[in-house]
């Protein structure tokens, strides 16, 4: 073999450039930065039975390089193309590459690392790397670090094919200080400790995807517990162990009833070697499902004594969905990100149904119908909406794909699914598509194949209208009565879509009419643009219509003004409050499209908060009330109605009975309060002068009183923070508040350095805490100020969605929008998106979501004068 080590870099590019044009110009892709679609499709099909072995070497000192070496074994079966790795990081980390023995040469350019044909066997190839480790997803930390390569971090990491199709085994040895713990997808074979350094061998994984590879080291606790037959290993870092000993019990009983569960349920044993979990301070998501390793961020699963069921619902159904990830996404993966949401609908949709049982208190049709519609809605009727399904050409641009559409629209076509096939028939397919692409790849389309062979019901096209189309259907009864205007003589029900008319929605409904006092029910399945439902003829005197009565029905249902006044004046006489949570989404969404006014929204929410029995509908309220307060009342009619909707809040918290719902009405209090009696409460609260029976305050609610005291100015907002500082034991919360305490400040000019110092990557690299602060920045009581910065936020979304987390440059763009209705925020939008006409669609989505109720606050807020009336 000719060693190729005198060639320069360039020519050899050259050469290997020469080869690609010659195979066909579509090549070019192959080696573009990022992973693009072709690249995958190619190696996918050339490349099997992967292996990688790492050793991966960690130094105590956060600011010391990782070394890394690897050996990469893969069969090739099409020796036409070189071999194309990915690593992103810079150019001089990668140190040797070997192949089949003999010391290469390669191309090191693009992200990729480019090994001739000439070096390659057709059949069984071995490829030694040695590298330093790029850090962007290894989240490092004084005392640990923790992995993170979903959707295409991998690479940024170590040399892989970082894509979903191509799973491979893991054997990973990792050498760490001495006192430290570490977790990984295998299970631990082998400690050694030599020298001050622990070694660890973990065996070889089931195949997966490299963005599921994952491993935590660092200054742990340990905790090992055999739980229903099941051993389990969890670490975590709480310092509090009050509150660990509070949540420990529960957090083990919660992954051992969805494993047995999820068991039951597909028919096949848990697909994985071991089962363990981190539990990790601030970490971006609720939880990652890396198989035998799940993370977790530590305040979704350590709780405070005070945690609403919402709370303790929340940490369940997050617990569920990860455990269901072991199955759906990771024993089967998808074949490629656009697909992405599936592992996320059945996550969700099996966390359903794991969770219902253990809260048989809780009416599960209300939870989900709040817990999914109004986020979903929230897209849908966007300018930024777009289908389940999305387009991806590259992985790198992946992360744009998630979003509300995923978590909460797709459970919501998912369960309209198993409705229209059957609750057997559905779990008989999921069986089938599991078994046949155990760790392997599938689509969405392999599933909706195998349903339709098991199911009578053809769902083909039902899934091109729920899953391929964008948007939502706007839904409206025509109604026709005789002469008297009292009987109805027609009764129909029509939809259509906002920028389309011709794409229709199927979905069954339950339509309720009201006619002399009495309710009368008729199932619809509405299949085209109109149907007429007989069975309504006749009925005389109708004064009530609701459209999507069992909470099952997608989109804008529009109203009538008697149905209209009859949810404003009597929604408590509606005993169902699945029913009432139907009527406060149609209030709301009709409030958002200008058919109801402010004033009656909002006397109608204060009117039914002490009226309504149920606390998840109150929770509702709650934050609506907060979203009309801060964004649709203009500030001095605001600070007018302050006094009232205070007292309505408090005289609630001092009545309730049941602690947990009076922990969010005082998180809501605290989030309004701009009274100066108000205030003054806040302060003693925080001072611990005042108590509330039945709440312990927690750290966390003493930090947030801080936060909103400093927000309002209080003349000891300093002080407030330094003594808040020191109350704080724990590292990790005392550097968040460090972190954040500029974006609080009352002067100007330390808000604009802190806001200036974002710009530099290294400044985000805590993403948690940069959300938090630049929701502070742009509080609706320093909406004025911060206006300045929505231009320079949008100018540098892209490189914010290039080197952060997924969820990041949605959640910055929530929070920059989160305290702005003007004119001039909404400009600024209108004028950078003018100004980037071919801005990426993802992205530009995501700014027209974020933005949406600043676009209709500032519409509502600054209605078009009518034109004045003819005499
Ligand atoms: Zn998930």
Known sequence: MINMKFISRFLLFAVLAITFLA????????????????????????????RYDLHIIIPEDQNDAIYGEEIIRAEINDLSKPLILDFKVENDFLTKVVANGEEVSYVFEDEHIIIGKSSLLEGENTIELSFRLGETSLNRNPEFLYTLFVPDRARTAFPCFDQPNLKGKYALELTIPETWQALANGAKIEETVDGGKKILKFAETKPLSTYLFDFVAGDFEVVEREVG?????????????????RNLDEIFNLHLTALDWLEDYTGIEYPFQK???AIIPSFQYGGMEHPGAITYKASSLFLDESATQNKLMGRASLIAHETAHMWF??????????????????????????VNPSFPDINHDLRFLLAHYPGAYAVDRSKGMHPIQQPLDNLKDAGTLYGSIIYQKAPIVMRKLERRIGKEVMQKGLQDYLSEFAYENATWDDLISILDSVSEEKVTKWSNQWVKTAGMP????????????????QFSLYQRNFNDGEKVWSQKLTVGIEAQDTMYHFDVDMTGNGVRIDE????????????????????????????????????????????RGVGWLNLWESFLHQRLSTDDLLTAILNNLPAEPDPLIQQYLLGRLSTVYWKFLPSDVRLDSATSIEAVLWNRIAELEDNKLKSAYLSTYRSIVLTDEGVENLYKLWNKELSI?????????YTQLAYQLA?????????????????????????????????????????????????????????????????????PLRAAQSEKYITPTLEILEEIQQTGDIFFPKRVLDNTFSGHQSKDAVDAVRQFLFRNNHYPTNLKNKILQSSDLTFRAAEILNPKEEPEDAQ
């Not at 389990?232 to 000993?245: G, I, N, P, Q, W």
């Not at 656009?338 to 359903?352: G, L, T």
């Not at 706007?474 to 002469?483: A, N």
């Open 693 to 701: 029976e039945g709440i312990t305050l927690s750290e966390s609610d």
């Open 474 to 489: 706007d839904l409206f009864p025509f109604i026709r009565t005789d002469d008297d205007d009292s009987t109805i003589t």
């Open 275 to 277: 089962f363990g979990f």
């Open 711 to 779: 927000l309002r100015g209080h003349k000891d907002s300093e002080q407030i923070l330094n003594e808040q500082i020191e109350r704080i034991d724990n590292p990790d919360r005392k550097a968040r508040l460090e972190f954040i305490r500029p974006s609080l400040s009352t002067d100007q000019s330390t808000r604009d350095a802190f806001f200036e110092s974002l710009k530099d990557e290294a400044n985000r690299e805590h993403e948690s805490w940069v959300q938090q602060a630049i929701g502070f920045l742009h509080h």
């Open 329 to 354: 996404g990771d024993l089967v993966t998808m074949n490629w990100f656009d697909d992405v949401w599936m592992k996320e609908v059945f996550a969700n949709f099996m966390a359903a149904k794991i």
């Open 229 to 245: 037959g099941r051993m389990m290993t969890m670490l975590h870092r709480e310092s509090d162990s009050v509150k660990v000993a």
């Open 536 to 579: 309504a003829e006749g009925l005389i005197d109708a004064t009530f219509v609701v459209c999507n009565e069992e909470g099952y029905g997608y989109g804008y249902f529009r109203m009538g003004p008697l149905t209209e006044k009859r949810w404003l004046e009597r929604m408590q006489e509606f005993e169902n409050p699945v029913l």
């Open 23 to 50: 195979c066909g110009n579509s090549e070019s892709s192959l080696t573009e930065t990022g992973v693009s679609f072709e690249l995958a499709k190619y190696r996918a099909a050339s490349i099997q039975n992967l």
